[in-house]
């Protein structure tokens, strides 16, 4: 983040928008005085609460000064029950015997106060339920409000910040809590509210600051502003260079048919996605983070549980049975480099090798029984060495373990194994997540070649747009776990921001 | 501390260990003991104890965590053994006997206790443990009630249950480690045993290199990945479970004829200790072990047993060999658990 400032008078609604990783979590996870922060490296700049420089060390500092935060992920303790979770650590108690000896962790919880306090917050948020009643358990969308309880209760609140507040929660759900947003800001507090869904932002923001890439884009009164504009603020970048696309025509081969994809993947569902991958091309799969698209190559794949109908050389293809995708010819470079992709402990070479190995019995002496085949040393080393020469893969040697790599070479290394497996369909996700930009260009280049030299259909799927549009020749724009549409990569940078914001339509 | 680092790569634990045998050693000749004896039993034992260790390691290597289970093995080959004897087969064909039926009984035993660790995902250290208690509990049983007759196995009175120790005497003592011994300046190289025990490596080293033990490692390695490759983990931790077992049921069918007894009822009860103490001490961690580690660490191990009770002695009254070894073994493998990273 670099040169951001962003002032918010007490009692307004302030949106704050931008694509992933524009820097709009950074920012709240600085003001909320998030440990994470000060390990990666701290920042400088000012901020004022009332007109007095603060700079927290801890969240809780943040919240003794009135700020309080609604976070993504719920951070509640399920085994406990939501009157507990709303004034943990902040129990009502009394004085003990023991605890004029002992001090205040001694004192005892007064139960009945705080089942009285939690009352009244989960009344202001609009939550009927009962506050004895254990979190674990509760509907998603009723967590959510209880955490909104917490923050609520606390008293001499300023701020409040709610970070994807309405992204797991029902249409009404949402319209409560915008319905709930508003009484807070009548109160006089300063609400900062960050969203994808531009509609949300026209029904109640004041203000709203669009951020991209770290820097404020613009500050936009969003009730005067067409959504149509925001988006453009969001996507915004020069168009990149849309090398050689090529147009397939509807009635093209079809190298890979989903129909009514539903994969079950955590923070990543796909709800029903049909999709035709032609024979040949480049698709790209686009989307922000948690809507689905991440899912689709691991559901295809059987990393995650799956139904639905998946069409590959007209065969069917079972679903859930990573063996039989990748013994029907298709391969995966997964999202996940560290988790799924590496074996970090090992070798250069064996990386490389294993899924070959394990799914297609190469790099293996003959032997009778087949479990006992030996490792053909010789054909492994040559095999890696060819590949470290064709992808310029920076190491040592083959027999360099892969942790020692960097991220851009790792990234090799993945795809040097899902090459080895010469597949005719190739699922990549996020093939440039957090590698340098030499191995990124390098890294891209790989990617096409497969495709142009190799014939080797590509589904691509990424974070970043422009790379999308740099590379595909049809780009699916996934929402709330479906295709909001699919584009031409040379759309307008405005079609792209409403498809993600999942307002397609509304233009 | 700054070490070289070559050095380093040894580790600081074995080191002092190393440190602590030399010593050791050193008091030996000074009080001008008799070396080539000393010399003579740590090799005996290193011969002895070789293969429970080994066994160790593919329990390590597919990702079940150190084998406290290891007297489910035993008792698959101490089955063995009762069996041979009770037949009194002599000989070579003996220990042929007691090691075919012991890895006969390994194979679905060692699958049900992989099927078991499947199950308890994540406690197989402590799971194993109190398996293997439980288990040598009800095998004391079973030694009672089992329909053995020959007379030289079963008590002298009343002529029911099996004894607790069983002699081998005549029948298959030592006859691995008399197999082409030799002697080498005063000392008795068991060659048989060690050859066993070298030769079982060489097997496990191999097995690592084929396309089953590439895959066991994998899993163990990366669960998520080897998933993604088409690999299933539990299938792959039963395979390691089954091997552990068998190697289990090999080693004490070699351990008892080098020793000269077979013990039952409680015996097997503590003997995965010592033999996780060796793999540690070795080297080796609880998710990563290679057969340096099992060569390395049961010779330095087991050389400190055999060298710290005569030793002791000769410089104190007394004996503390018990207590420095049940603190080494005990010590290195409360190190060991410290140390789990993940």
Same mark, same amino acid.
């Given at each position: 983040?670099?040169?951001?400032?962003?002032?918010?008078?007490?009692?307004?609604?302030?949106?704050?928008?931008?694509?992933?990783?524009?820097?709009?979590?950074?920012?709240?996870?600085?003001?909320?005085?998030?440990?994470?922060?000060?390990?990666?490296?701290?920042? #400088?700049?000012?901020?004022?609460?009332?007109?007095?420089?603060?700079?927290?060390?801890? +969240?809780?500092?943040?919240?003794?000064? %009135?700020?309080?935060?609604?976070?993504?992920?719920?951070?509640?303790?399920?085994?406990?029950?939501?009157?507990?979770?709303?004034?943990?650590?902040?129990?009502?108690?009394?004085?003990?015997?023991?605890?004029?000896?002992?001090?205040?962790?001694?004192?005892?919880?007064?139960?009945?106060?705080?089942?009285?306090?939690?009352?009244?917050?989960?009344?202001?948020?609009?939550?009927?339920?009962?506050?004895?009643?254990?979190?674990?358990?509760?509907?998603?969308?009723?967590?959510?409000?209880?955490?909104?309880?917490?923050?609520?209760?606390?008293?001499?609140?300023?701020?409040?910040?709610?970070?994807?507040?309405?992204?797991?929660?029902?249409?009404?759900?949402?319209?409560?809590?915008?319905?709930?947003?508003?009484? &807070?800001?009548?109160?006089?507090?300063?609400?900062?509210?960050? #969203?994808?869904?531009?509609?949300?932002?026209?029904?109640?923001?004041?203000?709203? #600051?669009?951020?991209?890439?770290?820097? @404020?884009?613009?500050?936009?009164?969003?009730?005067?502003?067409?959504?149509?504009?925001?988006?453009?603020?969001?996507?915004?970048?020069?168009?990149?260079?849309?090398?050689?696309?090529?147009?397939?025509?509807?009635?093209?081969?079809?190298?890979?048919?989903?129909?009514?994809?539903?994969?079950?993947?955590?923070?990543?569902?796909?709800?029903?996605?049909?999709?035709?991958?032609?024979?040949?091309?480049?698709?790209?799969?686009?989307?922000?983070?948690?809507?689905?698209?991440?899912?689709?190559?691991?559901?295809?794949?059987?990393?995650?549980?799956?139904?639905?109908?998946?069409?590959?050389?007209?065969?069917?293809?079972?679903?859930?049975?990573?063996?039989?995708?990748?013994?029907?010819?298709?391969?995966?470079?997964?999202?996940?480099?560290?988790?799924?992709?590496?074996?970090?402990?090992?070798?250069?070479?064996?990386?490389?090798?294993?899924?070959?190995?394990?799914?297609?019995?190469? &790099?293996?002496?003959?032997? +009778?029984?087949?479990?006992?085949? +030996?490792?053909?040393?010789?054909?492994?080393?040559?095999?890696?060495?060819?590949?470290?020469?064709?992808?310029?893969?920076?190491?040592?040697?083959?027999?360099?373990?892969?942790?020692?790599?960097?991220?851009?070479?790792?990234?090799?290394?993945?795809?040097?194994?899902?090459?080895?497996?010469?597949?005719?369909?190739?699922?990549?996700?996020?093939?440039?997540?957090?590698?340098?930009?030499?191995?990124?260009?390098?890294?891209?280049?790989?990617? #096409?070649?497969?495709?142009?030299?190799?014939?080797?259909?590509?589904?691509?799927?990424?974070?970043?747009?422009?790379?999308?549009?740099?590379?595909?020749?049809?780009?699916?724009?996934?929402?709330?776990?479906?295709?909001?549409?699919?584009?031409?990569?040379?759309?307008?940078?405005?079609?792209?921001?409403?498809?993600?914001?999942?307002?397609?339509?509304?233009? | 501390?700054?070490?070289?680092?070559?050095?380093?790569?040894?580790? =600081?634990?074995?080191?002092?260990?190393?440190?602590?045998?030399?010593?050791? &050693?050193?008091?030996?000749?000074?009080?001008?003991?008799?070396?080539?004896?000393?010399?003579?039993?740590?090799?005996?034992?290193?011969?002895?104890?070789?293969?429970?260790?080994?066994?160790?390691?593919?329990?390590?290597?597919?990702?079940?965590?150190?084998?406290?289970?290891?007297?489910?093995?035993?008792?698959?080959?101490?089955?063995?053994?009762?069996?041979?004897?009770?037949? %009194?087969? +002599? %000989?070579?064909?003996?220990?042929?006997?007691?090691?075919?039926?012991?890895?006969?009984?390994?194979?679905?035993?060692?699958?049900?206790?992989?099927?078991?660790?499947?199950?308890?995902?994540?406690?197989?250290?402590?799971?194993?443990?109190?398996?293997?208690?439980?288990?040598?509990?009800?095998?004391?049983?079973?030694?009672?009630?089992?329909?053995?007759?020959?007379?030289?196995? @079963?008590?002298?009175?009343?002529?029911?249950?099996?004894?607790?120790?069983?002699?081998?005497?005549?029948?298959?003592?030592?006859?691995?480690?008399?197999?082409?011994?030799?002697?080498?300046?005063? @000392?008795?190289?068991?060659?048989?045993?060690?050859?066993?025990?070298?030769?079982?490596?060489?097997?496990?080293?191999?097995?690592?290199?084929?396309?089953?033990?590439?895959?066991?490692?994998?899993?163990?390695?990366?669960?998520?990945?080897?998933?993604?490759?088409?690999?299933?983990?539990?299938?792959?931790?039963?395979?390691?479970?089954?091997?552990?077992?068998?190697?289990?049921?090999?080693?004490?069918? @070699?351990?008892?004829?080098?020793?000269? &007894?077979?013990?039952?009822?409680?015996?097997?009860?503590?003997?995965?200790?010592?033999?996780?103490?060796?793999?540690?001490?070795?080297?080796?961690?609880?998710?990563?072990?290679?057969?340096?580690?099992?060569?390395?660490?049961?010779?330095?191990?087991?050389?400190?047993?055999?060298?710290? =009770?005569?030793?002791?002695?000769?410089?104190?009254?007394?004996?503390?060999?018990?207590?420095?070894?049940?603190?080494?073994?005990?010590?290195?493998?409360?190190?060991?658990?410290?140390?789990?990273?993940?």
């Amino acid at each position: 983040m670099k040169g951001v400032s962003l002032a918010v008078p007490a009692g307004e609604i302030h949106a704050l928008l931008g694509e992933n990783g524009a820097g709009k979590s950074t920012l709240m996870n600085i003001l909320f005085g998030m440990p994470v922060i000060r390990e990666t490296g701290g920042y #400088t700049g000012e901020i004022l609460l009332d007109g007095r420089p603060i700079r927290f060390g801890s +969240p809780g500092e943040a919240i003794e000064a %009135g700020i309080g935060m609604v976070h993504q992920e719920f951070m509640l303790l399920p085994g406990f029950r939501i009157a507990e979770n709303i004034k943990l650590n902040r129990e009502p108690a009394r004085r003990t015997l023991l605890s004029r000896v002992l001090g205040r962790g001694f004192e005892r919880v007064d139960q009945r106060r705080m089942r009285e306090d939690a009352r009244r917050a989960l009344d202001r948020v609009g939550l009927g339920v009962d506050e004895w009643l254990p979190v674990a358990g509760l509907p998603v969308g009723h967590m959510q409000f209880v955490e909104i309880a917490r923050e609520v209760d606390k008293e001499q609140l300023r701020v409040l910040i709610f970070d994807e507040p309405t992204a797991v929660l029902t249409e009404s759900e949402a319209e409560r809590l915008l319905t709930t947003m508003r009484e &807070f800001a009548r109160s006089g507090v300063a609400v900062l509210f960050i #969203t994808h869904r531009l509609e949300e932002v026209r029904a109640i923001a004041d203000r709203a #600051t669009v951020l991209r890439d770290g820097e @404020v884009v613009g500050v936009v009164d969003p009730k005067t502003t067409t959504v149509v504009r925001i988006a453009e603020m969001m996507v915004g970048r020069p168009a990149a260079e849309v090398a050689g696309r090529r147009v397939f025509p509807p009635g093209a081969e079809a190298a890979l048919t989903i129909e009514h994809l539903r994969v079950d993947m955590p923070g990543e569902p796909v709800e029903d996605v049909s999709l035709v991958v032609r024979r040949g091309e480049i698709l790209g799969i686009g989307g922000l983070a948690g809507q689905g698209k991440i899912g689709i190559a691991n559901g295809v794949m059987g990393l995650y549980p799956a139904n639905g109908r998946v069409v590959f050389d007209g065969r069917e293809l079972l679903l859930n049975r990573p063996r039989e995708a990748l013994e029907r010819g298709l391969a995966f470079v997964s999202e996940d480099r560290r988790g799924v992709g590496l074996l970090g402990e090992e070798s250069v070479e064996l990386n490389i090798a294993l899924s070959a190995l394990e799914a297609q019995g190469r &790099f293996l002496h003959a032997f +009778p029984v087949a479990a006992l085949q +030996p490792l053909d040393q010789y054909a492994l080393r040559s095999h890696a060495e060819g590949m470290i020469r064709d992808l310029d893969i920076r190491t040592t040697g083959p027999a360099q373990q892969v942790r020692r790599l960097s991220g851009g070479n790792q990234q090799k290394v993945c795809l040097a194994r899902a090459m080895t497996l010469r597949p005719r369909v190739l699922f990549v996700s996020e093939p440039t997540r957090g590698i340098d930009v030499g191995a990124k260009a390098r890294v891209l280049e790989i990617l #096409t070649r497969l495709n142009r030299e190799e014939g080797v259909t590509l589904v691509l799927t990424s974070s970043e747009l422009a790379e999308l549009r740099a590379l595909c020749d049809r780009i699916a724009i996934i929402y709330r776990g479906r295709v909001e549409t699919i584009l031409p990569p040379d759309a307008p940078d405005a079609a792209f921001g409403l498809a993600m914001a999942g307002e397609e339509h509304a233009a | 501390m700054k070490l070289p680092a070559a050095l380093r790569e040894f580790g =600081l634990p074995r080191l002092l260990i190393a440190a602590f045998l030399a010593a050791l &050693f050193a008091v030996a000749v000074a009080t001008k003991m008799n070396l080539a004896i000393l010399v003579e039993d740590c090799i005996a034992r290193v011969a002895r104890n070789g293969i429970l260790v080994l066994a160790l390691l593919p329990a390590i290597q597919g990702g079940l965590g150190l084998n406290f289970g290891l007297p489910v093995g035993i008792i698959c080959g101490l089955i063995g053994c009762v069996v041979a004897l009770n037949s %009194g087969i +002599p %000989g070579v064909a003996g220990v042929a006997t007691a090691m075919g039926i012991g890895v006969g009984l390994a194979v679905p035993v060692g699958a049900a206790y992989g099927w078991l660790l499947n199950r308890t995902r994540g406690q197989e250290m402590m799971v194993g443990t109190y398996l293997g208690f439980a288990l040598v509990s009800g095998m004391s049983i079973f030694w009672l009630l089992a329909p053995f007759h020959n007379p030289t196995l @079963v008590w002298a009175i009343g002529g029911k249950g099996l004894r607790t120790t069983l002699s081998l005497g005549g029948i298959y003592d030592k006859i691995l480690d008399r197999w082409l011994a030799f002697d080498f300046g005063g @000392v008795t190289i068991p060659t048989g045993a060690l050859l066993a025990f070298l030769g079982l490596c060489g097997v496990v080293w191999l097995f690592f290199r084929t396309r089953m033990g590439i895959t066991i490692a994998a899993a163990r390695s990366n669960p998520r990945f080897a998933m993604a490759a088409g690999i299933s983990d539990e299938r792959t931790r039963v395979q390691a479970a089954v091997l552990t077992t068998v190697l289990g049921a090999i080693g004490i069918v @070699v351990y008892s004829q080098s020793f000269g &007894f077979v013990q039952l009822y409680t015996a097997p009860l503590l003997m995965a200790f010592p033999a996780i103490a060796c793999i540690l001490i070795g080297g080796a961690t609880v998710s990563r072990a290679t057969i340096g580690n099992v060569l390395l660490g049961t010779i330095l191990f087991q050389s400190i047993l055999t060298t710290a =009770l005569p030793v002791t002695s000769q410089v104190i009254e007394g004996d503390i060999s018990e207590t420095a070894r049940l603190i080494i073994q005990n010590g290195m493998i409360l190190y060991a658990l410290t140390r789990v990273s993940k």
